[in-house]
């Protein structure tokens, strides 16, 4: 016998809108001011009435429209109702039977080295509202659970995959890619660590046995998922332990419900808590005091012109127009849209894409990282950039004459170098590429002069010794091409 491993993903993302999905409370994270940011509205008060915000419509369309869902012309809202702490109405204003997109896709890599390529099917995305937040005590001493409200109220897409998946790496490339996407077409900051991106994952084995049937485990949902490597995880424990539990009962879906697990981190296992509901046992109904929402062409039409180029077909053009590897396309659309846009205005600018990568990946992005700052806020633009290696390219000065330009740029009282500064850096410190042969000959006449030992090493056939020598020429002459310095060098001494 051996197993299948069936995984679909429930993702709720949190849309980057200023006020609360139904009254205009702010939906800013502030952990440190608790049940602050509530009104009668998302308190569930009586007398009080929900009022759509059109933005958070607007970007659930978005979100819908990136992942190749269909919206519908009509879509309305449902209460969903459960009792829990963090809930005041005791029901979750959402959407069942008729929601804003469904029926899409997003494409994922699931092999780097081979390119295989798997497209994951989203039966849904629908917009509601969050619930609050818990705190439990956890020391074991019988204290108070505290119940943080000013989250509630707040707009969420949830995004729900078809069982698609059939590994964790897999799981984790769906979620790195679906929110690399999101935060490129700007809909959510998607930061799990403040909660505005959350997972739950439905894991199940499809056992398949000797005589040909294939048995389905009960599916198991598995909540407290707040890191891309927790989810990981988790799915590699759970499918290890459903294993193990058919192995020692055989139970399938038709012996035990559905069940919800919670993944403890720190102990590296799923927790048994409840029974999984079904939709019957949340009782939906249409919400009565918010009138549905009907979209036309038009609109339709509007936000998909809103949508910037998805970072997949991307990374797809920046292998074939610059000519990059399937590894730099990979590192320079993960940093993001703008740092992407960087990226191709400077390979754009100096007409080599492999050379403006290499810039962008190593120099740029280091001096980011020691400076703890985004690519929008570096103060060397990239036309500048693009100004810089576009002299190299001229072979007006070297690589690392560029280096030196750069560091001198980066060091300007200026906080933006403009292109004009380049041309004086080098200017004053000498940097300019050094043409005359004469010039350099009597250099590496003087070197070779006095370096017998060196010279006999590399008659002895001894190769690297021609190094030593190429650094002496460049220092008495900084603006020297270390190809025509070696060149000139290997001829003299043969």
């Given amino acids: 016998m051996d197993y299948t491993v069936i995984i679909g993903l429930e993702v709720h993302v949190q849309l980057q ?36 915000n059109r933005e958070a419509f607007h970007l659930g369309m978005k979100t819908g429209l990136a992942i190749n869902c269909e919206i519908p012309s009509f879509t309305k809202w449902d209460r969903k109702q459960y009792y829990y702490p963090d809930l005041p109405k005791a ?66 897409v949830e995004i729900v995959s078809e069982p698609d998946l059939r590994t964790a790496q897999e799981a984790r490339k769906y979620l790195e890619e679906l929110r690399l996407l999101l935060t ?44 891309f490597r927790g989810v990981e995880q988790a799915i590699e424990y759970e499918v290890k332990r459903q294993w193990e539990e058919w192995q ?20 590296g296992v799923t927790l048994g808590q409840r029974g999984k509901e079904e939709a019957a046992d ?15 062409d038009a609109e339709r039409e509007s936000v998909l012109s809103e949508l910037c180029e998805r970072p997949a077909s991307r990374r797809d053009r920046f292998e074939e127009d610059y000519q ?8 320079i659309i993960d940093q993001g849209r703008i740092f992407a846009d960087y990226f191709e205005t400077v390979a754009q600018g100096c007409g080599n894409g492999k ?68 041309q004086t850096i080098i200017d004053e410190k000498g940097l300019g590429l050094v043409s005359d042969t004469g010039e350099l000959e009597t250099i590496i006449e003087a ?33 020297a091409d270390p190809k025509t310095v070696r060149e000139l060098l290997i001829k003299k001494m043969s």
């Fill in 17 to 52: 809108t200023r006020t609360k999905l139904f009254c205009g409370c702010s939906t800013k994270f502030n952990p440190d001011h608790p049940n602050t940011q509530t009104c009668p509205v998302c308190l569930g008060l009586p007398g009080a009435l929900p009022v759509l």
């Fill in 91 to 156: 029901y979750q204003i959402s959407q069942y039977d008729l929601p804003m997109s469904q029926n899409g896709w997003l494409k994922i890599e699931i092999d780097a080295e081979t390119g295989e390529k798997k497209k994951v099917g989203i039966i849904r995305a629908h917009l509601e509202e969050d619930a609050g937040k818990n705190s439990h005590d956890e020391s074991g001493r019988g204290q108070d659970s505290k119940v943080d409200l000013n989250r509630c109220g707040t707009p969420l």
């Fill in 184 to 227: 490129y077409i700007d809909v959510s900051d998607c930061n799990m660590q403040e909660g505005s991106l959350r997972c739950d994952a439905n894991v199940n084995l499809h056992v398949h046995q000797e005589n040909g049937e294939v048995i389905a485990t009960p599916i198991v949902e598995i909540k407290n998922l707040n890191s």
């Fill in 248 to 267: 020692k009962t055989g139970l399938s879906m038709k012996d035990v419900s559905k069940e919800t697990r919670g993944w403890d981190a720190d102990r």
């Fill in 282 to 296: 949340y009782r939906y109904f249409p919400d009565p005091d918010l009138a549905p929402v009907t979209v036309t």
């Fill in 324 to 331: 990059l590897s399937s590894y730099d396309a990979a590192v």
């Fill in 355 to 422: 050379q403006a990568a290499n810039w962008v990946t190593q120099d740029v992005q280091r001096e980011l990282n020691e400076r703890s700052c985004d690519i929008d806020a570096f103060p060397i633009k990239p036309d500048v950039l693009a100004a810089l290696l576009k002299k190299v390219e001229a072979s007006e000065i070297t690589i690392k004459s560029a280096r030196t330009v750069f560091q001198a740029l980066l060091e300007e009282e200026d906080s933006s170098p403009s292109v004009e500064q380049i």
């Fill in 447 to 479: 070197v070779v002069a006095k370096n017998e030992k060196a010279v006999a090493d590399f008659q002895s056939g001894k190769q690297a010794a021609v190094g030593a020598l190429i650094g002496q020429v460049m220092r008495e002459i900084k603006g």
